[in-house]
């Protein structure tokens, strides 16, 4: 697998960071994931472009000797006194970007990694400075037990299966082609093609309940060229109401919908009438659907179109 430009100058900022001497480029290859795959030429020219990357984003690489008796092999290491920052002050929604990515570190257990590069770096002779770590390394409680994973599969392209548990409704097994993790009005959820409905849909993370387990190979899907999971939030993932729907319900039945119901009515036929505040269709159909025969969505259009549009899609799998 590829390890991205990001992920490698954060193994390069590690490496050049723990060291308490300075680093030979060989053992820079050897220890940074990325560079040893490289033909000698690419290794070079990438090494020292990610020099150049890191001095503009202001991370100063000192340039010395590794062994300083005989001056004769160049390295490289960060001094931690110019690396560290002043106190910052962060505005509320800056601060939660920095969360974000403290829980992808913690959770994407690049901490792994990073152990793997320390013990590499230990056997190759340099004294490395753990506690230097802290300076890159934010710490953020794990929240929701599927995330991590949730993350593999994401990584690995694996599709897998879980309980979920709707809220106001009884939990289902899902099995869903992850594609990506995002986090949206403070909550996490994954996003991703479910195989059981056939469409692109979003859960929420504290919902999963018990085990994710893989439900096929990894690499057996592809994500869709140009997906975009942040938009794709905005368009499945809770929102205030934009429009209200008119869904017919029989006595006794549909007890969650009555509840965040704007109005009831009885209807002439003996059954009742909701009037249901709702974002996204799919997500109302969702919710309708369990009812079975006992629910009917009237209007509007697009929200009837989604429930039978998914019914339709039911009955020419059970075919």
Known sequence: MTVRKSERLMNLVICLLVARTYVGKAKIREVVEGYRDQSDDAFEKMFERDKDALKELGIPIE???????????PGYRIKRGEFELPD??????????VGLAARVWQHARLAEATTSALAKLRAGGVTVDAAALALVEPQVATIEPAFGPLWDAVVRRTPVSFTYRPPGREPTERHVEPWGIVSWHGHWYTVGHDRDREA???????????EV???GRAGSYAVPEGTDNRKLAGQLGPADPTQTATV???PG??????????ATRPAQDGWDVLELPFHNPEALADEVLPLGVDAVVIEPADARKAVV???????KGSR
Do not use: Q, Y
């Not at 340039?63 to 001056?71: K, P, Q, S």
């Not at 039945?253 to 704007?262: D, H, M, T």
């Not at 549009?309 to 009955?315: Q, S």
């Open 63 to 73: 340039l010395g000797h590794v062994d300083r008796a005989f001056e004769d092999e």
């Open 88 to 97: 910052i002050h962060l505005e509320a929604d800056e601060a939660a970007v």
């Open 248 to 250: 017919r319900v029989r």
């Open 213 to 215: 387990t893989r439900a």
């Open 253 to 262: 039945a549909g007890f969650a919908l009555r509840r965040r119901s704007s």
């Open 200 to 210: 692109v849909r979003m859960f929420r993370l504290s919902r999963v309940e018990g």
């Open 309 to 315: 549009r998914r019914l339709e899609a039911l009955v």
